[in-house]
Nanobody, 116 residues
Framework: QVQLVESGGGLVQAGGSLRLSCAFAGNIARITTMGWYRQASGKQREEVASISGDTTEYSGSAKGRFTISRDNAKNTLYLQMTSLKPEDTATYYC???????????WGRGSLVTVSS
């Protein structure tokens, strides 16, 4: 089992910045990929960014504005978000994937609201 707990969400004005954190614990040795997803009201959950080893990937909307990073010493995943837009408003979820067993783990989410 892997436990994921997000923090750092809140209300920010358009153009501002915010950093999300995801503290992870448990059987993390099996985790191959971690990432951030988001779900806006009335929309499907979408992937924002992922990190596997030193490789990072971003959605088109996140590229150039968001940065994903992982601090293994602190067991924490981050998502630094800059130049935020109202359309970034969503609940952001931390995700971890165990490739060996094909298991997905999710946090409970952290709400980010960007005002115009």
């Amino acid at each position: 089992q892997v436990q994921l707990v997000e923090s750092g969400g809140g209300l920010v004005q358009a153009g501002g910045s915010l950093r999300l954190s995801c503290a992870f614990a448990g059987n993390i040795a099996r985790i191959t990929t971690m990432g951030w997803y988001r779900q806006a009201s009335g929309k499907q959950r979408e992937e924002v960014a992922s990190i596997s080893g030193d490789t990072t990937e971003y959605s088109g909307s996140a590229k150039g504005r968001f940065t994903i990073s992982r601090d293994n010493a602190k067991n924490t995943l981050y998502l630094q978000m800059t130049s935020l837009k109202p359309e970034d408003t969503a609940t952001y979820y931390c995700h971890a994937y165990d490739l060996t067993r094909g298991l997905n783990y999710w946090g409970r989410g952290s709400l980010v609201t960007v005002s115009s």
